[in-house]
């Protein structure tokens, strides 16, 4: 009786009631059975799957997309980006960076040793001083559209380079990078050179008296390590490119190419060992193709045309880690 007293009352206020029905069409008959746990199904959140949670897509999670894992995403993994791997970044290799490729380090050097205004300090004796490849190189940075940097250095090299301009080096002709060890002849001087000049680029190629005095490698490459420890003391994410140095080949030192060859073959291994990522060491080939009977004046100083090779060697490292950037 009650019921029908209502229908009545529907069929006035609300069109389209049509009775007191239960069946599963009806909304306030799902309502009610869905507090009682009547639907078809095994679970008991009210809606059109059985896996007990608040979606009804049938998977394991309630998030109500394609997958099982609760993300915001349809791909089944555990992040929310949509790609196919699990770091939440925009890539999908599965690393921690976010540029597509298989390393993760990229990213990082480009921040690590991108700089306002880059520093760039040559390092070396007198193929740095009185030869022409740091005025080449400076030419051809700017003549590639680079301006955010300056040479720097106490000596000035002055050397008639195809017009290019003067630059400021640590060029010392003569000097034995040794020299600069403890007790040696010019011990302290790098400490001048380096300190408070700021310094985030250097160009080591030093060690051509050295094997022409036939110093051992061993001797060399701890001078070196000392100049590396200064310049990070200095700038601790310093980039440091060391040479494998040009042909030592005089027509009265017969000995001098095969120290060279000896002192080139062991910087590899010691860069490897002095070689971080806050502050890399580069190892740049200086070596390799350069002929001195046509590229120098004396079997050990560049001309203009051994300058411009040695230059172009110097920026294609450079440019490897995107230094100068514009």
Request: net charge negative.
């Amino acid at each position: 009786m009650i019921c029908r007293i209502w229908t009545i009352l529907y069929l006035l206020l609300i069109p389209g009631i049509t009775g007191c029905s239960h069946s599963g069409n009806d909304t306030n008959s799902d309502q009610l059975s869905n507090i009682s746990d009547g639907d078809a199904d095994a679970d008991t959140d009210g809606d059109s799957d059985a896996d007990g949670d608040s979606d009804t897509d049938g998977d394991s999670d309630a998030d109500g997309d394609s997958d099982a894992d609760g993300d915001s995403d349809a791909d089944g993994d555990s992040d929310a980006d949509g790609d196919s791997d699990t770091d939440g970044d925009s890539d999908t290799d599965g690393d921690s960076d976010a540029d597509n490729d298989s390393d993760t380090g990229n990213d990082t050097s480009e921040m690590t040793h991108r700089f306002d205004h880059y520093k760039i300090m040559p390092i070396g004796d007198s193929i740095t001083e009185t030869t022409c490849f740091p005025n080449l190189l400076q030419q051809k940075l700017k003549d590639d559209g680079f301006f955010n940097f300056t040479f720097i250095g106490s000596t000035l090299n002055n050397q008639a380079c195809d017009g290019a301009s003067h630059v400021q080096t640590e060029g010392h002709g003569g000097w034995l990078v040794t020299s600069l060890l403890p007790k040696g002849a010019n011990d302290g001087a790098a400490q001048g050179w380096i300190k408070d000049s700021g310094v985030n680029v250097a160009l080591i190629h030093f060690a051509t008296n050295d094997v022409w005095s036939s110093k051992s490698k061993d001797e060399i490459l701890l001078a070196h390590t000392l100049l590396v420890n200064l310049l990070r003391e200095e700038t601790p994410n310093v980039v440091i490119f060391v040479a494998q140095i040009i042909p030592v080949n005089p027509s009265d030192c017969s000995q001098c190419l095969g120290n060279t060859l000896s002192f080139n073959a062991a910087v590899p291994a010691w860069a490897d060992q002095m070689n971080t990522s806050e502050s890399p060491v580069i190892v740049v080939d200086q070596f390799t193709g350069f002929d001195t009977a046509s590229l120098t004046r004396d079997g050990v100083h560049p001309n203009v045309e051994g300058g411009k090779v040695m230059a172009q060697k110097w920026y294609d490292a450079m440019q490897v880690l995107n230094i100068p950037h514009k």
